[in-house]
C-alpha cells in the first residue's frame, strides 16, 4: 500500500481503509467505464470514497452526499460487496460495485453506518419520536455498534462519541 498522504477536506478525516477491493464504476449516461481495479485501496472519509488503483497510479472520488440506492451485500459463499448510484450534477450517473475479495467488509459496513448516521442528521430534521422506537444499548455495548438479540438483522450504530451514545437502527441486507 502506498504512504502517499491523502488530501483531505478540512473536517474530513479517514474512517477505514480497505486494500486488496475490486472497484467498477460505469457511467450510465453514456455506459463508459469511468474507474476499473482489482486491488484497488478503498477509503472512507466523512464526506466521500476515495479509490486508488497502485499499479497505474489513478484515483477516483464520489461524495457521499450525492450517493443513492446503496446496498451492501453479504452473500454465504463469496465476496461482501457494497453498490451504488452516484449522481454528480456535471458528469452524469455513475453506478459503483465494492467487492472485498480479501476481507475488510464488515469494518467498512460498520464505518459506513456511522457516516449514514451522520448524514442523516445533517438532511432530516430531529425527530424525538425514533429514540423511543430503537431499543437502548445493553450496558455493556461502549463501542460504535452492537447487535440486538430481539433483531439480529439489524446492527445498532452510534451516531456520536459521547459518553452514552445514541444508537441508529440500521437493516443488514443479504443477497
Known sequence: MSNAPIPLDPGESILVTIPACDVNITNKTDNGTYFKAKDAVVHLSTHRLIFSELVSNTTATLHISLMTNTDFQQPWFGANAFTGLCDMPTRGSF????????????????????????????????????????????????????????????????????????????EKKNA
Do not use: C, L
Not at 110 to 139: C, G, L, S, Y
Not at 140 to 151: F, I, L, M, Q, R
Open 95 to 170: 453506478e459503483f460495485t465494492i467487492t472485498f475479495s480479501k476481507g475488510g467488509g464488515d469494518g467498512f459496513m460498520m464505518a459506513w453506518a456511522h457516516v449514514q448516521a451522520q448524514e442523516a442528521t445533517k438532511r432530516a430534521p430531529a425527530d424525538p419520536t425514533i429514540q423511543h422506537q430503537i431499543p437502548t444499548a445493553p450496558p455493556e455495548s461502549t463501542g460504535v455498534a452492537y447487535k440486538s438479540d430481539d433483531n439480529p438483522h439489524t446492527i445498532y450504530a452510534a451516531e456520536s462519541s459521547q459518553d452514552k451514545p445514541t444508537f441508529q437502527a440500521y
